[in-house]
């Protein structure tokens, strides 16, 4: 099975590459300063394309992580992610890969435009990006990391009930729009953020590593190309 670790940085790499390759293509020349419209602008273009690999590998996940009520409903448990992939592609299709679509392109690029386009006012607020120090990213990393996911949350709640979902031909939810409205109705609206401070706490550290070392990784690069 994929380490979950392994698939994190991976997903992690690919929204990296994508974020800076659409900067770039919004500046005129390497040496004009990023502005917020451009980080947020990227962050939009890195979660959609982030969606091509993050659909598959969540609703692998999030249907191997769910495997308790298949044991109590005795419906089929799969013992690694492969043998889930299998299962799901030749009973469904490879399409089924990609059910929920709709909701993850919500939830990834809202929630990669709000990640660093947060991060990038915070460096601003606190001295700018020439004067901040290593600690300074990595406070304004956490705080960026916790504050997109307090936003987000409902949208990847909404996602996750999508991507949960095995009978994609008598699916439980119409649309992501329909899945929102029946939670509410049945469970009200406390269920939107069930589960919410967890996932606050551990986006603070994330945020604050993953942001400030390619910040830091970033400046090494570009001070060897300069060389």
């Known amino acids: 099975m994929i380490s979950p670790i392994t698939g ?14 659409a900067l770039r293509f919004q500046k005129d020349s390497l040496d004009e300063k990023t502005t917020l419209r451009h980080t947020i602008v990227a962050g939009v273009v890195a979660g959609y394309m982030l969606c091509f690999i993050s ?3 969540d609703r692998l996940k999030i249907i191997m992580q769910s495997q ?14 492969l043998s889930c992939a299998r299962h ?6 490879p399409r089924s890969l990609f059910h929920g679509y709709t909701s993850n392109v919500a939830k990834e690029t ?10 990038h006012a915070l460096k601003n607020t606190m001295g700018g990006e020439e004067d ?10 956490g705080l960026a990391g916790s504050a997109s996911w307090s936003l987000i949350y409902p949208l990847d709640v909404v996602r996750s009930r999508m991507l949960k979902e095995q009978n994609i031909d008598k699916p439980a939810y119409t649309g992501m729009i329909d899945c929102w409205r029946t939670s509410i109705r ?4 406390s269920w939107l953020y069930r ?23 970033l400046g090494l690069t570009q001070d060897f190309v300069s060389e």
């Open 132 to 141: 901040m120090t290593i600690g300074s990213r990595v406070l304004a990393g």
């Open 8 to 21: 994190y940085w991976f997903s992690s790499a690919i929204c990296f590459s994508c974020y800076g390759a």
């Open 186 to 189: 049945n469970e009200g609206y």
């Open 55 to 57: 659909n598959p590998m």
């Open 68 to 81: 308790s009520s298949l044991v109590k409903s005795n419906s089929e448990v799969y013992k690694n992610t």
């Open 110 to 119: 809202v929630g990669c435009a709000l990640w660093f386009g947060i991060y």
């Open 195 to 217: 589960g919410w401070r967890a996932t606050i706490i551990r986006g603070f550290p994330v945020g604050a590593i993953i942001l400030s070392m390619n910040d830091v990784l």
């Open 88 to 93: 799901i592609i030749t009973t469904e299709g």
